[in-house]
């Protein structure tokens, strides 16, 4: 056989060999789950999950401003109790308190009798509608110490060690991007200023919530200690949910790695 043919029927061989192998991995990467920083994607999501997870844990859809209704639904003080709720959290007149995924204003219109005029609530939203409602809501109700935020997926944002509180209620399971979003809350925090985790109790099957949008103290602690935060107190009275308090850690103050 002559040389020239040798040598190009080699090539042939070769370019094949490598196509053969690049569909191959592509086949591959359609059917395993991919990997982000802090995240692992799979192909397909669950029915109620978006198909990211974050720490063994598949994050769950969004509920959109459609459900502004279900928000201030006349059975909720019963079924949920957010008078103790609010109670249970120690906000002294004249604090900055924010409430992450305000929603239609639920607990801002709550929030704000209890800083006062000389306090402020922080109410912020990734969906310009919710903060649609919740204008009309606040001007319904003749209030005056609340600003509204639009926030985005990876950041509620608010300036840097300017919040006393930060209250998220059934809402952080829904955190697109769930680290990056806590570190800026870590940032927002004051020195002594404290989280709160609201979420409905995956350990109860007897509270009617779709399973991911529900979360286990195991899994809030989990975390939330993996996003530099450190535990101070929970608060177990309510119906359907677990009221967990936490803080900047004590031994670092530096905010957790981005």
Known sequence: MPK????????????LSSHHENSWSQQTAQTKPTKAPH???MPRASRDGIGKFYQDREISQVMGH??????????????????????????????IVADIGAGSGYFSRRLSAKVGQEGRVMAVDIQPEMLAILRRSLTAADISNVTMILGKETSPNLPPNSVDLVLMVDVYHEFSFPHEMMTQIYSALKPEGQVVWVEYRLEDPKVPIKL???????????EATFQGFEFVRSYEGLPRQHVLFYKKTSKDAS????
């Open 4 to 15: 020239t043919l040798s040598f190009t029927l080699l090539v042939v061989v070769l370019v």
């Open 39 to 41: 995240y692992q994607l």
């Open 66 to 95: 459609m459900g502004a209704s279900w928000l201030e639904r006349a059975g909720r003080q019963n079924e949920e109790r957010p008078d103790l709720l609010i109670d249970s959290l120690g906000i002294q007149p004249g604090q």
């Open 212 to 222: 991911l949008h529900k979360m286990s103290r195991q899994q809030v602690h989990k």
């Open 255 to 258: 905010a957790p790695t981005p």
